[in-house]
């Protein structure tokens, strides 16, 4: 059965790091990418990347501090936070999408793409 498996959350204080990880299993998508959500609020995109790393897309909040990746051979993509911030806390989740029209961090929070059980991010002041 298709499915994405996060890992390497956890909890950090602001200013330091975590690498989360995607590992996507028996699908095949054009783009990848992470979004967001916190109780009672809507999904927010963090970053998208292509098969191939042609389209990159961050949320302007998280610029120069995250760095998104892929390794398209074993189906993986990863998400390097430096600098965290308390803000950047919540409950993230890996989302594979299939069409290059998603392939932002608009899109990637498209109830069309497939996400998920997520990972839970919590930064300390």
């Known amino acids: 059965k298709p499915h994405l498996t996060e890992s390497g959350g956890g909890s950090v204080q602001a200013g330091g790091s975590l690498k989360l990880t995607c590992a996507a299993s028996?699908?095949?998508?054009?783009?990848m990418g992470w979004f967001r959500q916190n109780p009672g609020k809507p999904r927010e995109g963090i970053a998208a990347?292509?098969?191939?790393?042609?389209?990159?897309d961050y949320d302007d909040s998280v610029k120069d501090r995250f760095t998104i990746s892929a390794d398209d051979a074993n189906h993986t993509i990863y998400l390097q936070m430096d600098n965290v911030k308390p803000e950047d806390s919540g409950l993230y989740y890996c989302?594979?999408?299939?069409?290059?029209?998603?392939?932002?961090?608009?899109?990637?929070?498209?109830?069309?793409?497939?996400w998920g059980q997520g990972t839970q991010v919590t930064v300390s002041s």
């Open positions: 990347i292509s098969s191939g790393g042609g389209v990159i």
């Open positions: 989302v594979a999408v299939w069409s290059y029209s998603y392939c932002s961090i608009v899109g990637i929070t498209s109830e069309d793409n497939m």
């Open positions: 028996e699908i095949v998508s054009v783009c």
